[in-house]
């Protein structure tokens, strides 16, 4: 499995971020062609305090290179650029194989 980590800073409005996020661009994700898996949620932590990060979302492709093709897709493209609609607090995406998984 390949994984693309997509980390949300805290956006202007978290309001308007959920409702944009769950109503318009998961929409978008959804089109992806090749996501095995989508695992969304919001951050926190154990002790109260605000977290660095507001949101997650992992996509999951059998391979780096489907990743690469799901990315560069007419529908990648599209949800990457939908980003600067809601994501004002900032999006890093990371990328990374997966080696060990435990039951």
């Excluded at 695992?39 to 949101?55: I, N, Q, S, V």
């Excluded at 600067?84 to 999006?91: E, Q």
Aim: net charge negative; proline share 6%; hydrophobic share 40%.
């Amino acid at each position: 499995m390949y994984r693309v980590s997509i980390i949300y800073d805290r956006p202007t409005d978290p309001a308007a971020f959920d409702e944009y996020y769950s109503t318009k661009h998961l929409p978008l994700v959804e089109a992806v062609p090749g996501v095995v898996r989508l695992a969304t949620g919001k951050c926190e932590t154990f002790d109260g305090t605000t977290p660095a990060a507001y949101a997650l979302a992992e996509l999951f492709f059998d391979s780096k290179d489907d990743a690469g093709q799901a990315l560069s897709s007419s529908a990648g493209k599209i949800a990457a650029e939908d980003l600067a609609n809601f994501a004002t607090g900032g999006v890093t995406m990371l990328f990374s194989n997966e080696d060990t998984v435990l039951p």
